[in-house]
C-alpha cells in the first residue's frame, strides 16, 4: 500500500507543468511553439502559488496529441478568473468580453488554429466544463485576455488524451517522417498542424 502511494506521488511530482505565456512571440499572438503531450499540468502564469499577469493580449497555446487515434482533454481542478460587473444580467463594466461578461477571460478553442471553434470561454470561479477536442488534428488551443489591473489565482488543470476517430497520421506528421535524401515529389496528407518544434527536423 504505501509503495502504490509514493508511486502516485512520484508520478505527481515529475508531471510536466506548463505555464500560460503572457507574451507572443515575434509580435504575433502566439505564445509559443505547440506542445505535443497527453499528460501534463497547465496553469496561469502565476502558477499553482500566483496570480497571473495584468495585460495579457489574448495570447495563445496551442497543445496537441503525441500519438495516433488520440485527441487533447483538459480538466479544470480550480478557476478563479475576474468577471465583470452586471446587473440584471446586463453587462455593465467589462474589458476582455462582454458577452460572456469579464474583466479577464479563457478561451478554449477547438484544434491547432489562432482563431478555431470556441469550445468554452468565460470568467468567474466556477470551474469550466471538461473539453475533449473533435478537430481532425486531436489539438486544443487556449487564448487568455487580462486587464490592466485586479488579478486573481487563475487556474490548474489536467491535460490527459483519450482515444477518438480522428484520422490516423501521414508522411507529415512527426510520429510517421519521411526521410527526405534527395529531390523529388512526395504524395502528402496531414490533418495535424502542420508545423511543430518538436519534430525537429529540417529538409
Not at 21 to 46: A, E, F, I, K, L
Not at 81 to 87: A, I, K, L, R, Y
Not at 130 to 137: E, N
Not at 171 to 182: E, K, M
Request: proline content about 7%; glycine content about 12%; charged content about 10%.
Amino acid at each position: 500500500m504505501k509503495a502504490a502511494a509514493f508511486f502516485l506521488i512520484g508520478l505527481l511530482l515529475w508531471a510536466q507543468n506548463y505555464y500560460h505565456p503572457t507574451t507572443g512571440q515575434q509580435n504575433t499572438y502566439s505564445g509559443g511553439c505547440q506542445v505535443h503531450t497527453c499528460s501534463g499540468n497547465y496553469y496561469d502564469n502565476g502558477g499553482p502559488g500566483g496570480d497571473y499577469s495584468n495585460n495579457i493580449n489574448w495570447i495563445y497555446w496551442t497543445f496537441c496529441p503525441n500519438a495516433d487515434g488520440q485527441c487533447l482533454r483538459v480538466q479544470f481542478n480550480s478557476f478563479n478568473v475576474e468577471p465583470g460587473n452586471s446587473f440584471l444580467g446586463i453587462c455593465l463594466n467589462s474589458f476582455c468580453s462582454s458577452n460572456p461578461c469579464c474583466y479577464d477571460l479563457l478561451r478554449i478553442q477547438n484544434g491547432p488554429a489562432q482563431n478555431g471553434p470556441i469550445l468554452w470561454q468565460g470568467c468567474g470561479t466556477g470551474l469550466p466544463p471538461t473539453q475533449t477536442s473533435t478537430d481532425a488534428s486531436g489539438c486544443l488551443t487556449f487564448r487568455f485576455c487580462s486587464d490592466g489591473s485586479i488579478t486573481r489565482p487563475g487556474w490548474a488543470a489536467t491535460l490527459s488524451c483519450v482515444p477518438c476517430n480522428r484520422p490516423s497520421g501521414s508522411n507529415s506528421d512527426c510520429q510517421q517522417p519521411t526521410p527526405v535524401c534527395n529531390s523529388g515529389a512526395i504524395n502528402d496528407f496531414s490533418y495535424g498542424p502542420g508545423n511543430s518544434a518538436q519534430c525537429g527536423w529540417k529538409i
